[in-house]
């Protein structure tokens, strides 16, 4: 063999090799590559599940809060309906036509005087005139002063350890707390 043919040979057989090596170099690539694609195409999918269920809570987020925020309108509303019947009332109470104030004065201050013997009586300054008149039927009774109310008196015995308030002011408080319900049912349509 002639040293030509030996270096053709070696040279044959190293490009042989080097095919070889590309050709493997080559699969390898193409396994690098397709890894790479399927481990990005998982990565992207996963974004993609995790950007719409960020959507899908902030949705939700929004509209829970767009419900809280009507609903809390909704009840700031009906604070402001009752407030301005309850101003009314009052409005009305403190309008009573003096004939109907005298009698529930007159009431108010029956029922209470039961509990004392003698008493100091406290009114709204624009009744001390009436109650004045009505305190003369009453022996150990006596106007002491104002007090800050749409009407009716307060009693206080005097030595001052009893005392019961029967203003309208009171009256109304009670006769509201207890009809709250029924009236939001009706200015509401809640039945």
Request: with cysteine.
């Amino acid at each position: 063999m002639s040293l030509d043919t030996v270096v053709a040979d070696i040279q044959a057989e190293a490009e042989a090799q080097a095919e070889e090596i590309l050709v493997e170099a080559d699969e390898t690539a193409q396994e690098i590559l397709a890894d790479a694609e399927a481990e990005a195409e998982e990565i992207r999918e996963t974004a993609e599940r995790e950007v719409e269920a960020e959507i899908g809570q902030e949705r939700e987020r929004r509209l829970s809060s767009g419900a809280l925020e009507a609903k809390q309108e909704r009840l700031e509303a009906r604070r402001d309906v009752l407030a301005t019947v309850r101003e009314r009332v009052e409005e009305a109470i403190a309008d009573l036509p003096t004939a109907e104030r005298e009698s529930l004065v007159r009431d108010l201050l029956e029922d209470a005087a039961s509990e004392f013997e003698e008493a100091e009586v406290y009114t709204r300054s624009a009744d001390t005139e009436l109650v004045t008149e009505i305190l003369a039927e009453y022996d150990g009774f006596e106007l002491a002063g104002e007090t800050d109310c749409l009407g009716g008196v307060v009693l206080e015995g005097r030595d001052g350890r009893l005392r019961v308030d029967n203003t309208f002011d009171s009256v109304l408080e009670t006769v509201w707390n207890e009809n709250l319900k029924a009236l939001s049912d009706v200015l509401f349509e809640e039945q």
